[in-house]
């Protein structure tokens, strides 16, 4: 299937302060083919190698998305919480971005369990269920719902393991990614200097912690997984 022009260019990235890593005592020696240089104590990433990665993984997205398969994007910062619930909406994906239950995905059946509750107390409270209740059982169940609304509410449509995870930062999503390297699933993830390559399939060196540097890889993931599900492939009919 032909792909479009992602548009990754130096200058944006630039611009965005995708090259800029941590301090250069704050480094995992297995990024050092990922840093071009050291700049006044700080590592300064290779945007070519940034870029060929992050052409990759929209790539692999894009062909996924034309499958129909299904992706939940993980970012659980405070700084980014908007832009994981921002991307995932506008390209129809799952996402989780206040935080990754232990167990959501190895221990599935747990997971579908407080699904179905959380999908109950919606209904309920959007009925009106809970007026007609005494005031201090509602707002037990309207505290139940508000927590599980705040875990779940990304994912409250995913109704089996993903087939590929985004995550924009490995150290803060680290269970996430052991769930997934469990159970078999890719992952893409942004890595920063003091990150370790090896433990995502698809690394896409960048800074980790600036919120335009995450936008800017985040929008190319999100436009790439639009474009391949405007091109999905329907089964012929035989």
């Given at each position: 299937?032909?792909?479009?022009?992602?548009?990754?260019?130096?200058?944006?990235?630039?611009?965005?302060?995708?090259?800029?890593?941590?301090?250069?005592?704050?480094?995992?020696?297995?990024?050092?083919?990922?840093?071009?240089?050291?700049?006044?104590?700080?590592?300064?990433?290779?945007?070519?190698?940034?870029?060929?990665?992050l052409s990759e993984a929209?790539?692999?997205?894009?062909?996924?998305?034309?499958?129909?398969?299904?992706?939940?994007?993980?970012?659980?910062?405070?700084?980014?919480?908007?832009?994981?619930?921002?991307?995932?909406?506008?390209?129809?994906?799952?996402?989780?971005?206040?935080?990754?239950?232990?167990?959501?995905?190895?221990?599935?059946?747990?997971?579908?369990?407080?699904?179905?509750?959380?999908?109950?107390?919606?209904?309920?409270?959007?009925?009106?269920?809970?007026?007609?209740?005494?005031?201090?059982?509602?707002?037990?169940?309207?505290?139940?719902?508000?927590?599980?609304?705040?875990?779940?509410?990304?994912?409250?449509?995913?109704?089996?393991?993903?087939?590929?995870?985004?995550?924009?930062?490995?150290?803060?999503?680290?269970?996430?990614?052991?769930?997934?390297?469990?159970?078999?699933?890719?992952?893409?993830?942004?890595?920063?200097?003091?990150?370790?390559?090896?433990?995502?399939?698809?690394?896409?060196?960048?800074?980790?912690?600036?919120?335009s540097s995450i936008r800017?890889?985040?929008?190319?993931?999100?436009?790439?997984?639009?474009?391949?599900?405007?091109?999905?492939?329907?089964?012929?009919?035989?």
């Amino acid at each position: 299937m032909q792909q479009k022009n992602r548009n990754i260019d130096l200058e944006g990235m630039m611009a965005a302060g995708i090259h800029f890593g941590h301090q250069t005592q704050r480094w995992n020696p297995k990024m050092s083919s990922y840093i071009f240089t050291e700049r006044r104590g700080v590592h300064i990433l290779d945007l070519t190698q940034t870029a060929r990665l992050l052409s990759e993984a929209c790539d692999l997205v894009f062909d996924a998305a034309a499958e129909g398969k299904e992706f939940p994007m993980v970012g659980t910062k405070h700084q980014v919480t908007d832009l994981i619930a921002s991307a995932a909406l506008r390209s129809k994906c799952h996402y989780v971005n206040e935080k990754w239950l232990g167990g959501m995905l190895t221990n599935w059946v747990t997971t579908e369990t407080r699904l179905r509750r959380f999908q109950y107390l919606q209904t309920e409270e959007d009925k009106g269920g809970f007026n007609r209740l005494p005031k201090q059982e509602a707002a037990i169940l309207r505290g139940q719902l508000f927590r599980l609304k705040k875990c779940l509410g990304g994912i409250q449509y995913m109704s089996d393991s993903p087939d590929i995870a985004t995550t924009t930062d490995q150290h803060e999503q680290s269970t996430a990614l052991r769930e997934c390297s469990i159970l078999g699933i890719p992952t893409i993830c942004i890595v920063d200097t003091d990150c370790d390559p090896d433990l995502v399939d698809v690394p896409i060196p960048g800074n980790d912690d600036a919120r335009s540097s995450i936008r800017w890889i985040l929008d190319k993931l999100a436009l790439a997984i639009h474009e391949g599900r405007l091109n999905i492939k329907v089964p012929e009919v035989t």
